[in-house]
């Protein structure tokens, strides 16, 4: 399965500022995936990262507040934006293990841990 | 609207015995199912992954799917203290989508 590199693994931000979360994969990976941890809840999609085109937002989720780089088929990242107290969450990012065209799961990075102050 | 329910519990179970796990969802066109461990603190780690009506077995572990019930188990054979955690079931409907997950069922191994 792939590899992901995800930094910074936790962070205490003040209000207002913005934090970018970088993911390393250490193969060549059609769509990588943002979800948010909320404390004490499960994962939520926050979007679909492609190469070339702009991320797809689940409902809830907008570019402004969370704006997502592709630059290559191995890296993203995901900006938190004017954060606020709410954003405190665990970030992570996942991509789809495939072979010979079946899927086998999806792997995820080991997150990033969001305090904002 | 695409959901995925789960008992969040906890659930305990004593050491040795059978730990069984449920997920229903509702998304008929859902095609991919999975259940992850996660331990506290750490990100999710995939434990099955099943694609089609029936049962898949992998060491102590055995997943359950009936798509007619909409329906996904996961069951722990020979449960030990080390399977204590939480365990979310996520369920994909293809293509491009990623993961929809359950909140997660917390599971104790009692020793």
């Known amino acids: 399965s792939a590899v992901i590199s995800q930094k910074p693994s936790r962070d205490i931000c003040q209000r207002g500022t913005s934090l970018t979360i970088q993911c390393q994969v250490d193969?060549?990976?059609?769509?990588m995936f943002w979800y948010r941890q909320q404390p004490g809840q499960s994962l939520t999609l926050i979007a679909t990262?492609?190469?070339?085109?702009?991320?797809?937002?689940e409902s809830g989720f907008v570019i402004d507040k969370f704006p997502i780089s592709r630059p290559n088929l191995t890296f993203s990242t995901l900006t938190v934006s004017n954060m606020s107290p709410e954003d405190s969450s665990i970030y992570l990012c996942?991509?789809?293990?495939?072979?010979?065209?079946?899927?086998?799961?999806?792997?995820f990075g080991s997150g990033t841990r969001l305090t904002v102050v | 609207q695409k959901e995925v329910e789960q008992n969040s519990g906890p659930l305990s179970v004593p050491e040795g015995a059978i730990a069984s796990l449920n997920c229903t969802y509702s998304d008929r066109g859902s095609q991919s199912f999975f259940w992850y461990r996660q331990y506290s603190g750490k990100s999710p780690e995939l434990i099955m992954s099943?694609?089609?009506?029936g049962d898949k077995e992998d060491g102590r572990f055995t997943a359950q799917l009936n798509k007619a019930s909409q329906y996904v188990s996961l069951l722990i054979r020979d449960s030990q203290p080390s399977d204590s955690a939480t365990y979310l079931c996520a369920v994909n409907i293809g293509g491009a989508d990623g993961l929809t997950f359950g909140k997660g069922t917390h599971l104790i191994i009692q020793p």
């Open positions: 193969s060549q990976v059609t769509m």
């Open positions: 996942s991509v789809e293990d495939q072979g010979q065209g079946r899927n086998y799961g999806y792997t």
């Open positions: 099943i694609y089609s009506n």
């Open positions: 990262a492609n190469q070339g085109s702009e991320a797809t937002y």
